[in-house]
């Protein structure tokens, strides 16, 4: 399926449970990382999407404007969050869907969107960011992956690094927040994390930073593991 976005066309895949006439569910919206061109970012999130429904959620897995089928190109963060804040929007006008029980969930990049989404206005009441970029600025100069200081030069720095930054942007984020990041990850170094709970802990809000020991970026199925029950009480506690 296809809904608007800000301007684009964004691809997504709604996961229903069954749900009882007059009942209203929480919603989640899945945002993907970055991955290589032509690969479809909603359908990445199909099983991790699955295993939301099965506890009970709506969720809608969109694939970010540059990646297929979205229009669009990549724009690290720019546009990006103004289409999850439209999906938020389609989301919470979907029949059996509470639409004062939304939640983003991103991963990565999707990560980075996700927070910057409540900083363009998406109605949300919980924000989950796994191992983000919030700091783009910050993190061409210190990542370890050889590839991504061009990939900043050309796509990110482009249009300004501030807007694309959640962290220098948390007084506008109002949902609380949970970050999660491994402690070995060097592709987006920790401190993106733990910078990003300072900023928002200066600003007031309600933030929680999950170290997962030895983690690298990306979880293997143990790391998962350990994270997911911390996901899931956010989740039902935020939404409740």
């Not at 249009?159 to 990850?185: C, E, F, K």
């Not at 928002?200 to 143990?222: E, Y």
């Not at 996901?231 to 409740?240: G, H, I, K, N, T």
């Amino acid at each position: 399926m296809t809904l608007q976005g800000a301007g684009v066309d964004i691809g997504a895949v709604l996961l229903r449970p069954e749900i009882a006439s007059g009942v209203l569910r929480a919603a989640i919206v899945l945002i993907h990382g970055w991955q290589p061109a032509g690969v479809n970012g909603a359908l990445v999130l199909e099983p991790r999407a699955r295993t939301f429904m099965d506890a009970g959620y709506v969720v809608l897995a969109i694939s970010m404007r540059g990646w297929p089928p979205s229009g669009g190109r990549d724009d690290c963060g720019l546009r990006q969050p103004d289409d999850v804040a439209a999906a938020v929007g389609w989301l919470a006008s979907q029949p059996g869907v509470d639409p004062d029980r939304l939640a983003v969930v991103g991963f990565s990049q999707g990560g980075q969107v996700a927070l910057l989404s409540a900083v363009r206005g998406a109605r949300v009441r919980a924000i989950v960011a796994y191992y983000p970029v919030t700091d783009v600025a910050l993190w061409k100069q210190t990542t370890a992956n050889a590839d991504i200081p061009g990939y900043v030069t050309s796509v990110c720095e482009p249009g300004g690094t501030t807007p694309r930054s959640p962290r220098l942007n948390a007084t506008a984020i109002g949902a609380p927040v949970l970050l999660v990041h491994g402690d070995m990850d060097t592709r987006v170094p920790t401190d993106q994390s733990v910078l990003m709970k300072a900023a928002l802990d200066t600003a007031g809000r309600s933030v929680t930073l999950f170290l997962v020991p030895g983690a690298q970026h990306g979880f293997t199925a143990a790391e998962e593991a350990t994270v997911r029950p911390v996901v899931d009480q956010f989740l039902a506690a935020s939404l409740r």
